[in-house]
C-alpha cells in the first residue's frame, strides 16, 4: 500500500473496504489512510460512519451500507464513481463477514443463512457492484484496480462447529486472479 500518489493529490490512490468498523477492516482504513489513500469504507451504521469519519478525517469517506443488500452496494458504487470522476478505483478489499460457532445440528439456519449471504454472496455482490470502477468500464482512465478477499482459516480446519465460516473461502478460490 505504500505506493506514491499519481500527479499528487488530485490522483489519489483509492480502495474501498468493506466492514471498516471493527477487526482487520478497521487496520486496513487506519494504514491506507496514514499512507495517503483515500478509503471509501463500508459501515452499517450512522454512529460508525462518524465515528471513522472523526478518526480517519478528510482521507476516509464512509459508505453506509450493508454488503447482503444490492441496491445499497449499487448506490455506494454509483457515489464513489462520483467521487473519483473519470478515475479508476485502485482497489477493493472484500472484508466483511461474519461467523458463528457451535455444532451445525444446532445452529439456527437463520443464523447459517446469514453467515453464508455475507461471506459468500456479500463477496460477490461487492466484486461486482465495483468491477467497473476497477476498470472493466474501459471508458474510465488509470491502471486496473485490483480485489483483496480477506477469508477465514475456518475454510481450510474443516471443523463441523464452524460448518457456516468455512464456504468464506469459496468466492477467493473460485476467483483467483
Known amino acids: 500500500m505504500s505506493e506514491p500518489a499519481e500527479n499528487g493529490a488530485a490522483a489519489a490512490r483509492s480502495l474501498v473496504i468493506t466492514g471498516v468498523s471493527t477487526g482487520i477492516g478497521h ?18 451504521t450512522e454512529i460508525d460512519a462518524e465515528r471513522l469519519t472523526e478518526e480517519f478525517g478528510a482521507a476516509f469517506t464512509p459508505l453506509l ?7 445499497a452496494l449499487a448506490a455506494a458504487a454509483k457515489a464513489v464513481h462520483a467521487a473519483l470522476g473519470s ?6 478489499v472484500n472484508n466483511a463477514g461474519i ?33 467497473p470502477l476497477l476498470g472493466a468500464d474501459q471508458t474510465l482512465t488509470g491502471k486496473k484496480g485490483r480485489i483483496v478477499n480477506i477469508t477465514s482459516i475456518a ?21 483467483p486472479r
Do not use: Y
Open 155 to 175: 475454510g481450510r480446519s474443516g471443523n463441523p462447529s464452524l460448518a457456516p465460516t468455512s464456504p468464506r473461502n469459496l468466492p477467493s478460490k473460485a476467483c
Open 99 to 131: 461467523g458463528f460457532a457451535g455444532p451445525v445440528l444446532h445452529q439456527p439456519l437463520d443464523e447459517f443463512r446469514a453467515v453464508i449471504d455475507t461471506n459468500v454472496f456479500g463477496t460477490l455482490m461487492a466484486s461486482r457492484a465495483f468491477a
Open 65 to 71: 451500507f450493508d454488503v447482503r443488500d444490492e441496491t
Open 87 to 92: 478515475r479508476t478505483l485502485h482497489g477493493l
Open 27 to 44: 487496520a486496513v482504513a487506519k494504514s491506507a489512510t496514514a499512507q495517503g489513500w483515500q478509503v471509501f469504507g463500508s459501515v452499517r
